[in-house]
């Protein structure tokens, strides 16, 4: 199985500032990545894909960049309703494997 | 509006049964191949089975294969997941989500499997 480091954990952030969230896999995996957000009580929804492509409806502030085992999720300019948890997942191969989270809280 | 719903998750006791179900809507099932992904309760996110359309294929975790058997009905639109001899660290929230070329791009809002005695 391919697994993935993603971090950090918990990220502490204000309105307005830009954060960078990491994913480093186990091997190379082209750009078979994606992003999701999960808010409390809720389901993750899909941000990206391919690792830079934005899913329909995805506001332009959100970005992913990376290639073979490095990949990032970058959030420009935080929104009070982008205070939630962040995962990567890769779908090279299986089993489909996902990063262990990123909170994203307030500071 | 793609929708789809979750049922069947309650409290089981250890070596126990279930079958979960997701119905779905708005969008042509028959078409897409489907997953089921859980999630410990405050804990992190864990893909569990994978079907194609025609139950040609399907994948299994490592940490449910032959005791856990995910079925469609194309016909019903609805996915399942018949879960055997239940353990402890099965408990989580059980998500059906729509597979677009291996990322999941509608998920359903979840069922609560609970296995305690």
């Known amino acids: 199985a391919i697994w993935m480091t993603q971090s950090p954990s918990l990220l502490s952030a204000s309105t307005g500032d830009r954060v960078t969230i990491s994913c480093r896999m186990s091997?190379?995996?082209?750009?078979?990545v994606a992003w999701y957000q999960q808010k409390p009580g809720k389901a993750p929804e899909l941000l990206i894909y391919g690792a830079s492509t934005l899913q329909s409806g995805v506001p332009s502030r959100f970005s992913g960049t990376g290639s073979g085992t490095d990949f990032t999720l970058t959030i420009s300019c935080l929104q009070p309703e982008d205070f939630a948890t962040y995962y990567c997942q890769q779908y090279y191969n299986f089993p489909r494997t996902f990063g262990q989270g990123t909170k994203l809280e307030i500071k | 509006e793609v929708l789809l719903v979750e049922s069947g998750g309650v409290l089981v006791q250890p070596g126990g049964s279930l079958r979960l179900s997701c119905a779905a809507s708005g969008f042509t099932f028959r078409n897409y191949e489907m997953n089921w992904v859980r999630q410990t309760p405050g804990k992190g996110l864990e893909w569990v089975s994978y079907?194609?359309?025609?139950?040609?294929?399907?994948y299994y975790a490592d940490s449910v294969r032959g005791r856990f058997t995910v079925s469609r009905d194309n016909a019903k639109n609805s996915l399942y997941l018949q879960m055997d001899s239940l353990r402890a660290e099965d408990t989580a929230i059980y998500y059906c989500?729509?597979?677009?070329?291996?990322?999941?791009?509608?998920w359903g809002q979840g069922t609560l499997v609970t296995v305690s005695s």
């Open positions: 079907i194609d359309t025609t139950s040609s294929t399907i």
């Open positions: 989500s729509r597979d677009q070329s291996g990322t999941y791009d509608s």
């Open positions: 091997q190379g995996i082209n750009n078979y």
